[in-house]
């Protein structure tokens, strides 16, 4: 192939047509493109983000960015394949790829999901809940989210050059924050490809992305409090980077998840030829193997009952010793090689210090032998596995990370001295357990939660749908304390929050409910005559009340309502015991009231209010006794237009409403939200 030179993409042109840097298939040591030379003007490229870029996805909101999310997802979809004929050079088999390619455009889809599903159609999210401040009612404070207005600037590693773009990409896209992604050298020429395509989409409005071969010259050293830094790498190179006086001086967010010891603990319960013994090797090795061991997330040490070393380590061995190694087009192939020369030389100098203090298991460089042609120009590295008798004593098998295909075994006595080993990564990204006892997980994980950003807790029915140990999922956290970094990339919508900037706003109901966009009670309230369900979704107006008839609760109510629930709860029933509660009487079914709260504000006939299809924040706040008189209060609260038609066409959209159930004192007896799919209006209907 001609070797391509890999343009960065600043301030809305690509740059750079002299060739610079040599890139090499990883297999084969082939050059298949070179960086480019000079440096970028980034306050250009700052500027182009901070100004066109936001102003571009701002003029969308949540809504609208999680549906162009979801159509980035499908055209990268029908355009993969390009993408794993670049990860080829990278030394990945065409499994090894999928996790990255698929894995990347899965996570565009799950925050795009994410979106859809709990974000509103705006630019400011309300966290609530709202807190009176005064007593009477006319002064209170709450949280709101919004765009920070700045620039993200994505740093990321060699291993995973399409998902760690995109999983930074949705969660920042999604809070309309622009980006500048600067994947690491080595692999760049996969992250590029994938910038292209996006690019090429279509979808992206001028400016929310732009790309950086090379180095990063002095862009950090022009960032702004508004601006945001995320780093995937080393622990060493993200503490220089978090030192970064610029960053300091103006609190410049800076979210880094880094390497780490990470641990799998066979627990004490397990036995050989037990289902989760064989599960436990599995993924050891498959850490082992997959990437050829270049993960965050990959298992360095191997926590194991003494009495069950050497079953495991046989175990491991066999297992090890049938992997297939070579060039990742072989369709053989299972384990390719390490990303370039430069990771070979640094996985062989950190495995010569931890084999300076262990004993050396499995080697497989004594039956090394790479399919493919060139390979012996390849970046291959033979899986090993060390054992450390007294890992206790022995610093440097929880200090020294070999990113490479390398783990040591260490054997315990105590499941609480397993912890402890674990605990001496000084904080790892994730830890597995194999165990068979609930309470061995659980009093396992208590402990490990504390160094570990994830625990997977393996047993043979997890495993049955298990994502496996060294997998991030995008509604999970991924990250882990102290040398992990203390970041938090994934984790559903606080991975969003983390792009938005918060703010606490005080004021009167009326105020609050102006800027949050929702009712707020206390606030001015629309009394029309037009009952609210009568509305379609775009002529109701949030505030829009209407206050009910009452309804005066019987003990026909009560006996009628147990004998069609089955519902004979003592407390409706037992007159004596009711009389010896604290409440002194018979009371009424919560689950009436809400009925009969709806049967208050339900407008029977059809109409534009389509499903109910749940309750939020539901309370009962005093008891309802024979003899009280009920009534509603129904008002929009919020109203979400997500942009969903039905299988007829029409538009729907989804409208949550405050309930008051209050009795003849103006007592509060019930709160809560009700949500509704309701119809837009038809084009050209009266």
């Known amino acids: ?26 297999a084969s040591g082939a050059v298949i493109a070179h960086t480019h030379a000079g440096q970028g003007d980034f306050e250009a490229a700052l500027h182009h983000a901070r100004h066109g870029g936001v102003r571009g996805l ?14 980035l997802a499908r055209h990268l979809s029908e355009h993969k394949e390009t993408l794993y004929e670049w990860s080829l050079y990278t030394g990945a088999t065409r499994n090894d790829g999928w996790i990255d390619i698929e894995g990347g455009i899965g996570t565009l889809f799950a925050y795009a999901s994410m979106g859809a599903q709990e974000l509103p159609a705006g630019n400011l999210v309300h966290e609530g809940p709202v807190v009176p401040l005064g007593k009477q009612g006319h002064f209170a404070g709450s949280h709101i989210l919004v765009p920070r207005e700045g620039v993200a600037v994505h740093i990321d590693a060699f291993n995973f050059p399409v998902w760690g773009l995109l999983e930074k990409f949705a969660p920042s896209f999604l809070a309309g924050m622009p980006c500048i992604a600067k994947p690491a050298t080595a692999t760049s020429y996969l992250t590029w490809a994938l910038v292209r395509l996006m690019l090429d989409s279509g979808l992206l409005p001028e400016g929310c992305l732009q790309l950086v071969i090379g180095s990063t010259g002095d862009l950090l050293d022009r960032l702004q409090g508004q601006d945001a830094v995320t780093f995937t790498g080393s622990a060493a190179t993200a503490a220089k980077l978090r030192a970064n006086p610029r960053l300091l001086e103006r609190g410049v967010p800076f979210n880094a998840e ?11 319960d397990v036995e050989p030829g ?48 049938a992997l297939r190694i070579g060039d990742p087009r072989l369709p053989e192939v299972q384990m390719g090689p390490l990303a370039s020369k430069d990771q070979q030389r640094d996985v062989g100098e950190a495995l010569a210090r931890l084999r300076a203090c262990c004993d050396t298991v499995f080697d497989g460089s004594a039956q090394a032998s790479w399919a493919g042609v060139g390979a012996e120009r390849g970046a291959f590295f033979a899986p090993t596995l060390l054992a450390c008798a007294r890992p206790a004593e022995v610093a440097a098998v929880h200090d020294v990370e070999v990113f490479g295909p390398v783990s040591t075994l260490m054997p315990y006595d105590e499941l609480d001295e397993a912890l402890a080993l674990a605990a001496r990564g000084q904080g790892s990204l994730v830890a597995t357990l194999a165990t068979r006892d609930p309470q061995v997980a659980a009093h396992a994980v ?5 160094h570990h950003g994830r625990i997977l807790v393996l047993d043979e029915q997890a495993a049955k749908e298990s994502t496996g140990h060294g997998s991030p999922l995008p509604s999970l956290k991924h990250g882990g304390p102290g040398r992990a970094g203390g970041g938090e990339e994934l984790g559903g919508m606080r991975a969003v929050s983390h792009y938005l900037q918060r703010a606490a706003v005080q004021g009167s109901p009326t105020m609050l409910a102006a800027v949050v966009g929702e009712y707020v009670r206390g606030a001015r309230r629309i009394e029309t005559e037009v009952h609210p369900f009568r509305r379609h979704f775009e002529e109701l107006r949030v505030g829009e009340s209407l206050l009910t008839h009452r309804r005066t609760v019987t003990e026909a109510d009560i006996v009628n309502f147990g004998c069609l629930s089955g519902d004979f709860f003592y407390m409706h029933f037992d007159d004596i015991a009711a009389r010896q509660s604290p409440f002194g009487q018979r009371i009424a079914h919560g689950y009436f009231v809400l009925s009969a709260a709806a049967g208050l504000f339900v407008s029977p006939a059809p109409g534009p209010v389509l499903a109910n299809y749940g309750l939020d924040t539901l309370r009962f706040i005093k008891p309802v006794r024979i003899g009280d008189t009920i009534q509603a209060r129904l008002t929009c609260k919020r109203k979400i237009d997500r942009r969903k038609t039905d299988a007829q066409g029409r538009g729907q959209g ?7 159930v209050r009795n003849q004192d103006d007592e509060l007896v019930a709160s809560y939200d009700i949500l509704t799919l309701v119809a837009k209006r038809v084009e050209g209907a009266s």
């Open 58 to 71: 701002l003029e969308l909101d949540f809504q609208q960015r999680a549906a162009l999310l979801k159509a």
């Open 654 to 660: 989804v409208v949550a409403w405050d309930v008051e």
């Open 1 to 26: 192939m001609n070797a391509p030179i890999l343009q960065s993409y600043l301030a809305g042109q690509w740059f750079g047509t002299e060739a610079a840097q040599p890139l090499v298939d990883a």
């Open 258 to 268: 880094a390497d780490s010891l990470n641990s799998a603990i066979l627990a004490p």
């Open 446 to 450: 208590r402990r490990a939660a504390v």
């Open 274 to 321: 037990d289902p989760e013994f064989e599960l436990f090797a599995r993924e050891v090795v498959r850490e082992m193997r997959v990437k050829a061991g270049q993960k965050c997330t990959a298992i360095r040490r191997i926590l194991v009952p003494r009495r069950h070393l050497d079953a495991l380590a046989a175990n491991l061995g066999a297992k090890l010793g």
